[in-house]
């Protein structure tokens, strides 16, 4: 044969390869609402950078009449590309090939492009579409889940991990993007479970539909499994494009660098700010009128809003944010919060990311829920994130500061490099009514009209304790500033901070309350 | 022609702030749907024996009126592909037995009521 007809005979092969599952199942997939697995790797790579890798794998059944079948690619498209022009490693499960179900060999497609992420330092991106494990191939589909759960643990903190949830993804399967750094939903297409409807229905008697089950709407908002919330496939590959914008390729490098640029003029921190502490307003606004172009890239925007975490650039640099929001509970830390916040320190901490602290909070949430869905194990992560994190780590205390609520919330303490207090702060081990009520129980109590004594009391506390300069005396607090030279302070602090070294005693690893 | 009125975009919307009491102090803020489902504290009854999975009852092994010891068997639960034994969590008398053999109960279902 011919170089000529060799070619030839390569294109036919890969023309019936790259047919996925055939026109019937595409079809299918598209009257789902779905886009074809290659679709989605090209909507997301750069124009022409694709490469495949393994795109003649064939699966490795035998049993159940397999052997006569074919399976294009093995259900799974693999390969590198460049987003932005950089490098990244993706896979894509194909629905239209027996359902996307993992056998033995997909799975070993997975594994090699993850090793190959990992030994290149790129990011690693996994689009989910699948109905589960390939059954006929029993153990060896199971096999192939470890393996995938085991590369995703060894390259935690390495490379980033992104999983996109794009069709089902249900049984074992959930836990490979339960293990990495992002995971995106879209509307009405995303659904992930332990166990589906189906099983529920029939083990326990209870009726659910999938997507008050698992759909993406419910991990944006109640489980938190998610990350990103989108409204189409195009919005979510729209908000990949800008994470990836954001951080770097891997745990030896800092987030390429912007032009810096204002924040918008919209955003004045004296229009957003209220004096009275019990006055609610939207901490993201605050955020926005010290960043870069206003451009705040919320993380989790649905999932415990209490507290608000993303990134943003102040002059030009990658920093991400912790803060407290008013606008929501108050505020305060519980169960969720503490647990979302802790995950999004450590991240910014394995990949080099400064951290911003803005605090606002009256303290933990009180309530017999949260004590009994374990508020201690939960709100002890947020001080293990904290205290571990080795990254610049910058803290601004706007207004209230109260209780365990003021240590955990990147506190002197627990080794902020630089900690701030705008003149509104109030520092304090408790709000000024409780204080009160507490040290000047006895002198309210025997009063003739205790509420007059203890409204006195309440002012008193307030005057004494409850600004930023009890804390400043001590060195708790470097500097009392004008809000309005925050921004100002925050980039000097960062380019301070760029040399920052820590040593820490040595270990395998810290054992966080998770 | 009519002016029309030039709109403030930066107007703020009216927000129905909800007042939320910590500790002593109440802020203004809203709460979240995952806070206002969650769910009331109940005290668990220890007369009562509750399911704690949901399954099929294979045996019945005691009757009204019937005194046992505690950490007799008392029921054969199937459930999550095991026969799973339902003790008696004290000594004491049967008052009711509400599952038979062959029943398929839920969690949290009042199996047997004990004096």
């Known amino acids: 044969m011919s170089i000529r007809s060799k070619s030839n005979d390569l294109k036919k092969r890969m023309n019936n390869a790259l047919q996925g599952g055939g026109q019937k199942a595409i079809a299918k997939q598209i009257a789902m609402g779905k886009m074809t697995a290659r679709e989605r790797i090209l909507a997301i790579v750069d124009d022409e950078s694709f490469h495949e890798y393994d795109l003649f794998v064939e699966h490795a059944g035998k049993d159940f009449d397999m052997d006569k079948k074919t399976l294009p690619g093995d259900g799974v498209i693999s390969g590198t590309g460049t987003i932005n022009g950089y490098p990244v490693c993706i896979f894509a499960q194909d629905f239209t090939v027996a359902g996307g179900s993992l056998g033995y060999m997909h799975a070993k497609k997975i594994t090699k492009i993850m090793n190959h992420a990992l030994k290149m330092k790129v990011p690693l991106i996994g689009i989910n579409d699948s109905g589960g494990a390939r059954i006929q191939e029993g153990v060896n589909s199971l096999a192939g889940y470890g393996e995938i759960f085991y590369l995703n643990t060894l390259a935690s903190g390495v490379i980033p991990q992104i999983s996109v949830i794009l069709g089902p993804c249900a049984g074992g399967a959930v836990y490979s993007p339960a293990l990495t750094d992002f995971v995106f939903v879209v509307d009405n297409i995303s659904k992930m479970f332990i166990t589906g409807p189906e099983v529920i229905k029939t083990v326990l008697g209870e009726e659910i539909s999938m997507e008050e089950l698992g759909g993406a709407r419910v991990h944006a908002e109640i489980t938190g499994n998610a990350h990103f919330f989108a409204h189409s496939e195009y919005e979510c590959f729209s908000q990949i494009n800008k994470l990836l914008s954001f951080i770097p390729w891997n745990n030896s490098k800092k987030a390429e660098p912007f032009e810096t640029a204002s924040p918008k003029r919209a955003y004045s921190i004296s229009n957003i700010f209220p004096q009275d502490p019990k006055e609610p307003y939207d901490i993201r606004d605050i955020i926005r009128s010290l960043v870069d172009s206003s451009d705040f890239f919320e993380v989790q925007e649905l999932f415990a809003p209490n507290i608000v975490i993303g990134f943003a650039r102040i002059e030009g640099e990658t920093v991400g944010f912790v803060a407290n929001q008013p606008l929501v509970l108050a505020g305060v830390l519980d169960v969720d919060s503490s647990d979302k916040a802790a995950r999004f320190i450590r991240f910014c901490d394995a990949f080099n990311i400064p951290l911003v602290t803005l605090v606002d909070l009256p303290g933990y949430l009180p309530g017999i829920d949260q004590e009994h869905a374990g508020v201690i194990r939960h709100g002890a992560k947020i001080l293990y994130a904290y205290s571990e994190a080795s990254v610049a780590k910058i803290t601004v205390i706007l207004r209230k500061a109260y209780g365990g609520g003021y240590i955990a919330m990147s506190s002197r303490h627990l080794r902020a490099d630089f900690v701030f207090a705008w003149p509104t702060a109030e520092i304090a081990v408790m709000g000024p009514e409780g204080a009160a009520n507490i040290i000047f129980r006895a002198e309210i109590n025997a009063a003739e009209n205790p509420e007059e004594v203890r409204q006195k009391k309440v002012l008193e506390y307030k005057e004494k304790f409850a600004n930023p300069y009890v804390a400043a005396a001590f060195g708790h607090v470097d500097a009392v500033i004008k809000p309005t030279e925050t921004r100002k302070i925050i980039a000097h602090s960062l380019n301070v901070a760029i040399n920052k070294v820590v040593n820490r005693p040595n270990k395998k690893h810290g054992i966080p309350p998770f | ?115």
């Open chain 2, 1 to 115: 022609m009519e002016k029309k009125e030039k709109k403030d975009k930066r107007k703020v919307p009216v927000v129905n702030y909800e007042n939320f009491t910590i500790h002593t102090a109440i802020y203004k803020t809203l709460l979240t749907k995952k806070f206002k489902n969650r769910k009331a504290y109940e005290v668990t009854d220890p007369k009562l024996v509750i399911s704690e999975i949901p399954g099929t009852v294979r045996q019945v092994f005691v009757k009204k009126g019937q005194k046992v010891e505690a950490g007799e068997i008392m029921l054969e639960l199937e459930a999550m592909k095991m026969y799973n034994k339902i003790l008696a969590p004290e000594k004491g008398v049967i008052k009711t037995v509400h599952v038979k053999m062959g029943d398929s109960i839920p969690k949290k279902f009042v199996m047997v009521e004990m004096k």
